[in-house]
């Protein structure tokens, strides 16, 4: 009952995010959630690649190891040149936005607000995160944010603590972490939305250029059997074509206005066990003491030689 009331409640906001400010609530990963119980697919693909189609750099600086129980940091870094701003639904140009999604393994989880330190409180300024949903607290979201401001996003992680969870276990695990600048081209529903190219549809002559709703623009194809077809261009892209021009079939009508694009990186941390780090001081002692032991031995007999004239 509980998640069918969260579920309602999302879809209510998406729907008045969309009449408000829809530039905003298409970024939000609110599409990735209703539609995949999981957003890493089998081929390891995160699903945000999906409507995010231009591929761009991310990385992920995490510890090599961590122990049980602790709060360590993931710094996702999202570059792009500053300053850059991309098309809006409404075709205006609107600053970039910037949004990230770290996998962890089961156990591992979003750290508790008392457990920050003071850096990590100023590392996270302004900077909300949410779960992917109410069962998965390891798949934490961000975003969007300001790209200027939020090239470099640092999530703070709790690890488990395998004395208390049996289904957890010292050794290496995967992260799965992906970032994203911009809006995407393509919507769930298999439509192209305003921030990508629109192509001819079939080969002619383009008798008119004649505007639409919300401004948008109708480009009437004239094909080479008589037959008049309109292809709908919305607010943003830029015409690269005009009346009387000879187009192709899969010739591009506009510009490609899309500045933004996803990454994915998969990197690994050890949850290492305090046992193994003492076993190892032990032998890095032992191994110290008797390669001193070979030393002092190595004198005593040369003292001996010595001695006797060998």
């Known amino acids: 009952m509980r998640r069918l009331i969260t579920l309602l409640l999302s879809s209510m906001f998406i729907g008045i995010s969309m009449l408000i400010s829809p530039s905003a609530s298409w970024a939000y990963p609110f599409w990735a959630q209703q539609n995949y119980e999981n957003p890493r697919e089998a081929t390891g693909k995160i699903v945000c690649a999906n409507c995010h189609l231009a591929n761009m750099t ?111 276990h010292f050794g290496k695990y995967s992260i799965h972490v ?71 079939a899969g010739q591009s009508l506009t510009n490609d206005p899309n500045v933004g694009g996803f990454g994915q990186v998969d990197t690994e941390v050890v949850l290492q066990s305090p046992a193994r780090v003492i076993g190892l001081l032990i032998f890095f002692m032992g191994v110290t003491l008797a390669q001193i032991m070979l030393v002092l031995k190595k004198k005593q007999v040369e003292k001996v030689q010595s001695v006797k004239g060998f």
């Open 58 to 168: 991310t990385q992920a600086e995490v510890p090599q190891s961590v122990g049980a129980n602790s709060v360590f940091t993931a710094a996702v870094k999202i570059p792009y040149k500053s300053g850059t701003q991309e098309i809006g639904a409404d075709g205006s140009e609107v600053p970039l936005q910037v949004g990230a999604v770290v996998m962890l393994p089961d156990g591992f989880k979003l750290a508790p607000q008392d457990r920050w330190t003071e850096k990590i409180k100023e590392e996270t300024q302004g900077v909300y995160f949410t779960q992917y949903s109410e069962d998965q607290e390891n798949i934490i979201l961000v975003g969007p944010l300001p790209g200027d401001r939020n090239k470099e996003i640092v999530f703070p992680i709790l690890s488990p603590d395998p004395s208390t969870n049996s289904n957890i």
């Open 178 to 248: 992906g970032g994203n600048r911009g809006r995407g081209q393509v919507y769930p529903t298999g439509e192209k939305s305003n921030n990508t190219s629109f192509i001819s549809s079939q080969a002619g002559i383009i008798s008119s250029i004649e505007a639409g709703e919300n401004n948008a623009r109708v480009v009437k194809i004239q094909t080479e059997g008589g037959e008049t077809i309109s292809e709908i261009i919305p607010a943003g892209p830029k015409l690269l074509v005009n009346t009387n021009d000879q187009v192709k």
